[in-house]
């Protein structure tokens, strides 16, 4: 892999407060152990290069074949971790290696924790962005959420169930690999979700944006971008790598970054 396209999105955190200076953080997802240059040393650069105080990823940065590819996925987060705070949630490889992978697989999650990445399943870090109370969560889906052909519900109350409720008085962001419960997400308490996963539809056309997602569902609604439901907003990449719909037309690669002020 050689190119891949900054995106960047300023996003105004809710409640009306604001940061009193802006916030910058950059959103990893669906790398699928691509490199870009040996040892991924041109998006490592590019990374650098955008200053970020922490860094998000949201799922999918590994190929969950029967063995694993994980190396360069690996080598890319350790390099990472010890730069930056970094908030991982899985995405449906991850997932995948966990459930059918033979053991070797389970050193990523090991290599990732000894690293010093915090891995989210269904948990979550309250720390501080700026002078604002923030809470980062990461959700687990359950695997039918992944089901092929046909969207599977998930409403907010199951959200609830996996991740306890939100809280009431902090910024709530949220991790969540697949985009395609945002009205759940919302519901829920989620003021600022970050996803990946749909991989911005594979083939984009003009006014119909992206085509298919990796499950063969037509037209996502969420396929890359801002979206927001009243004042709850969701970040969507669209991803770093490919993979099942290897295609991309008019639609390249992408890090994200974000302004948050
Ligand atoms: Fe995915």
Redesign the pocket.
């Given at each position: 892999m050689s190119k891949f396209r900054i995106a960047r999105y300023q996003i105004q955190m809710s409640n009306g407060v604001g940061l009193q200076q802006p916030f910058s953080a950059v959103l990893l997802s669906?790398l699928h152990n691509a490199s870009y240059g040996d040892g991924n040393r041109v998006l490592l650069q590019a990374i650098r290069d955008e200053a970020p105080e922490l860094i998000f990823v949201t799922?999918?940065m590994l190929i969950s074949t029967q063995e694993p590819q994980m190396d360069v996925a690996l080598a890319l987060m350790e390099e990472l971790a010890a730069q930056y705070p970094v908030y991982y949630v899985e995405?449906?490889?991850e997932c995948k290696v966990r459930r059918y992978a033979k053991t070797d697989g389970l050193r990523y999650f090991d290599t990732l924790q000894d690293a010093g990445v915090h891995l989210l399943k269904n948990s979550c870090v309250r720390t501080e962005l700026r002078n604002m109370p923030v809470t980062i969560w990461g959700l687990e889906l359950p695997w039918r959420c992944?089901e092929r052909f046909q969207k599977q519900e998930l409403t907010a109350a199951q959200v609830g169930e996996l991740l306890g409720e939100s809280d009431r008085d902090r910024c709530n962001i949220l991790l969540a690999?697949?985009p395609i419960y945002f009205e759940a997400y919302a519901e829920w308490g989620a003021d600022l979700t970050l996803a990946?996963?749909l991989h911005g539809g594979a083939v984009r056309l003009p006014f119909l944006g992206g085509v298919i997602t990796?499950q063969f569902q037509l037209f996502p609604k969420y396929d890359r971008g801002v979206f927001r439901l009243q004042d709850r907003q969701m970040v969507v990449s669209a991803g770093l790598g490919s993979h099942s719909t290897l295609l991309r037309i008019n639609n390249p690669t992408e890090l994200v970054v974000l302004d948050l002020i």
């Open positions: 669906d799922g999918d995405g449906n490889h992944y690999h697949n990946g996963h990796p």
